[in-house]
C-alpha cells in the first residue's frame, strides 16, 4: 500500500508538536528535569478525588446526556458568575472532553476553506493546526515583549480582511504568560464593534493570574463582546485535573446549538466519573485555586529571578504558568539551545519556535514543578551559560 498517496493531504502536512518532541526525548533520558509540559505537579484536591471515587461506588458508570449533567452546567454558570461577572443559563453550556475539545468544536463550528483566522502568537500550539485542518488560512499577529505580549488594537485592526471569520484570544497566555486587562480588552472590542467576527476566548489560565489583578473575560466588556464571544475553559489548570480530560464551551443560544451538533457525532459525552467530580470542584474549591495560585506566584518569581540573574532576559508573566526567556545572547537558534541544554545537563525545555516562528530566540520554561525542582534546572542551566 502507498499509504502517503491516500492520506489527506493536509493532515499529512501537519508538523508534529514540538512540545511532544521534546516530553518524549526527555522520558528517554536518566536524570532528566523536565520543564516542558504544562501539567500542574499538586495532586487532584481530595474532595474533588473523592467525588469521582464515590460516584464510581455508586455504579454511576453510564454515558450522561450529550452536554452534560444538568448539575455540572449548573454549577459551572454559579462559577463563571462568582469568579468573574459572567452571566449564562446552563443551556448555553457544553461539557467536553477537556478543553482540547472545546477549541476543536468552536473553530469547526465557524471555518470553511479560504476564511481566515487572526491567531495571536507565540500561541498554544493546537490552534493553527485545528484551522488547517478546516481548510481555514491563520492570519499570525505578532506579540512582542515590549508590549508585556499583549494583542495590541493596531495590530489587530491591520489583519482584519473582508475574509476574516474568527479571533482566536488566548489569553492568559501558553507560552508567554502575556495577559489582557480591562483596559486593553475595551481597545480591542473598539476594534471589533460593527464587524461580524467571531471570537475564540481560551481562558484555561483564568484562575492563574499574579499580581493582585484577577482576570477578566473579554466576554464581559460589554454586550456586543459577549454576543460574538465563544469562552473556553476547563479544569486542567485551576484544579490539577490533568488526567480528568473535562473542559467546556459556553456561547450564545445559537452558536452553542451548532457546537452541540458537532459534539453529538463526535463524542457521545464527557467522562461521567470526572464530570461528577467537576461538580464539587466548583462547590468547594475556591480556596483550593488560591492557595496553588499563591504556590505559583512564588514559583513564578524563583524562576524569572533565576533567569535574569543568569543573563536570559526574561519579561515577568502575568498568567498562566510559563515564563518565555530570550536566548539570543547565547547566540543560539531556539532548537540549537533546547537540544544542547538536555545533551549537557539533563534539562528539558522547549523551543520558542514551536509556538510559532515569532517565538525564535526564545524558550518556553514551564514553572508547575516544585521550588527543589526549578532551583536544581537552575543551577544546571546557569552551569551550562558559563561553559558557553
Not at 66 to 82: H, K, V
Not at 105 to 123: K, W
Not at 233 to 254: D, E, H
Not at 260 to 271: E, L, S
Request: hydrophobic fraction near 40%; include cysteine.
Amino acid at each position: 500500500m502507498e499509504y502517503q498517496n491516500l492520506f489527506s493531504r493536509t493532515a499529512a502536512a501537519l508538523k508534529p508538536s514540538g512540545i511532544r518532541k521534546f516530553f518524549s526525548l526527555a522520558a528517554e533520558m536518566e536524570d532528566v528535569i523536565s520543564l516542558g509540559v504544562g501539567e500542574p505537579d499538586f495532586k487532584t484536591p481530595w474532595v474533588i478525588r473523592k467525588a469521582g471515587i464515590d460516584s464510581l461506588d455508586r455504579g454511576r458508570t453510564w454515558y450522561t446526556a450529550n452536554s452534560g449533567l444538568a448539575a455540572l452546567q449548573q454549577e459551572i454558570t454559579r462559577y463563571l458568575d462568582r469568579r468573574f461577572r459572567l452571566e449564562y443559563e446552563p443551556s448555553q453550556v457544553l461539557v467536553t472532553v477537556g478543553g482540547s475539545e472545546a477549541i476543536d468544536l468552536t473553530i469547526r463550528a465557524f471555518v470553511n476553506p479560504g476564511d481566515e483566522v487572526l491567531l495571536p502568537e507565540p500561541s498554544f500550539v493546537a490552534y493553527a493546526a485545528i484551522v488547517e485542518l478546516c481548510g481555514g488560512v491563520v492570519v499570525p499577529l505578532v506579540t512582542k515583549a515590549e508590549d508585556d505580549f499583549r494583542l495590541t488594537a493596531d495590530a489587530l485592526r491591520a489583519a482584519i480582511t473582508d475574509k476574516t471569520k474568527l479571533l482566536i484570544f488566548p489569553f492568559p497566555n501558553n507560552p508567554t504568560g502575556g495577559v489582557m486587562r480591562r483596559e486593553h480588552l475595551q481597545e480591542i472590542a473598539d476594534v471589533l464593534r460593527d464587524t461580524d467576527i467571531m471570537v475564540l476566548s481560551d481562558e484555561i489560565y483564568a484562575e492563574l493570574t499574579f499580581g493582585g489583578k484577577q482576570h477578566v473575560s473579554i466576554a464581559s466588556v460589554n454586550e456586543d463582546m459577549k454576543a460574538r464571544t465563544v469562552l473556553v475553559n476547563g479544569f486542567s489548570k485551576a484544579y490539577a485535573m490533568t488526567g480528568w480530560r473535562l473542559g467546556y464551551v459556553v456561547a450564545p443560544a445559537p452558536v452553542i446549538d451548532v457546537i452541540y451538533k458537532i459534539h453529538q457525532y463526535a463524542i457521545m459525552c464527557a467522562p461521567t466519573t470526572s464530570q461528577y467530580a467537576a461538580i464539587e470542584a466548583l462547590r468547594s474549591c475556591d480556596g483550593e485555586i488560591e492557595k496553588m495560585a499563591e504556590s505559583y506566584d512564588k514559583r513564578r518569581r524563583l524562576i524569572v529571578g533565576g533567569l535574569n540573574e543568569m543573563g536570559l532576559e526574561c519579561f515577568m508573566p502575568g498568567g498562566a504558568f510559563y515564563a518565555f526567556p530570550s536566548i539570543r545572547s547565547t547566540g543560539m537558534a531556539s532548537m540549537e539551545f533546547c537540544e544542547k541544554l538536555l545533551e549537557a545537563e539533563r534539562v528539558a525545555v522547549v523551543p520558542g519556535d514551536a509556538f510559532g516562528s515569532c517565538g525564535e530566540g526564545y524558550v518556553r520554561i514551564c514553572y508547575a514543578y516544585s521550588v527543589e525542582h526549578i532551583t536544581e534546572a537552575l543551577t544546571r542551566m546557569r552551569r551550562f551559560l558559563k561553559r558557553g
